[in-house]
């Protein structure tokens, strides 16, 4: 029995191993798919392994949010109150783990710190009934945000949140059959006013466009996948 049970589509693996590195390093066993040996009954196992773990940790980046395996693993965690949630895309959750409350990691790409590890950790260690190592609770350079101005940033989350919810409005007008192309002219209103936002001036000293560049390429792809033309945008 792993005391986390590690859920993410194959899109994250790169992120998930490093979600892995930490609680490992937090003295953690985690279990994920890659540990399914050749020729067993892989759905079993999972089964299995959702079963006994004792925290279910879901990465929901920009596919797992509609990945039906993750979807029924982030159920089953929620309905047993095991269910932690790692909000590591530009898109909003969908219900109905769009109410309740997630760490927010929007901006991350698997690098070594983010200002949110802490928080990630703690949270499972409370889970856990542990304590956290000495040296897992010391801020990084690579977390530290003293540099970033928190209102661009904000607006910036703001405005990436707006727009994923157009992208949304225009995903189920398109299911429905009643989609056009001036669906999309909100959606430019939107990246316009987020490219005027990521534009610094002289003497700026914050990182917007590193600090987000995560929710941009979500955005991207999933605008890519809606317009009739994909190569118009490229």
């Known amino acids: 029995m792993a005391d986390i049970f590690l859920s993410y589509t194959s899109s994250d693996r790169p992120r998930a191993e490093k979600l892995k590195a930490w609680f490992e390093e937090a003295g ?35 596919e797992a949010r509609r990945s039906e395996w993750v979807q029924r693993e982030a159920i089953a965690a929620q309905q047993s109150n095991r269910l932690v949630q790692v909000h590591a895309t530009g898109l909003p959750l969908l219900a109905p783990f769009d109410t309740i409350e997630a760490v927010r990691m929007q901006s991350w790409s698997g690098e070594s710190g983010h200002s949110e590890r802490i928080k990630l950790l703690s949270t499972i260690a409370s ?69 005027a936002l990521l534009r610094t001036g002289a003497g700026t000293t914050d990182d917007r466009e590193g600090v987000l560049h995560r929710l941009m390429e979500d955005f991207l ?14």
């Open 28 to 62: 953690w066993s985690v279990w994920i798919d890659r540990d399914i040996t050749l020729g067993e009954d892989w759905a079993h196992r999972i089964r299995k392994e959702l079963e006994s773990a004792r925290v279910v940790v879901v990465l929901w980046g920009a």
């Open 221 to 234: 792809n999933q605008l890519l996948s809606l317009v009739p033309d994909p190569s118009a945008l490229k």
């Open 127 to 195: 889970r856990l009934g542990t304590t956290l190592p000495v040296h897992l609770v010391a801020v990084t350079p690579d977390e530290d945000l003293t540099a970033y101005q928190a209102a661009i940033v904000e607006a910036l989350q703001l405005a990436f949140y707006y727009c994923a919810r157009q992208i949304e409005r225009v995903r189920l007008q398109r299911d429905r059959g009643s989609s056009d192309v001036s669906d999309f002219d909100e959606i430019a209103r939107c990246f316009t006013a987020m490219l």
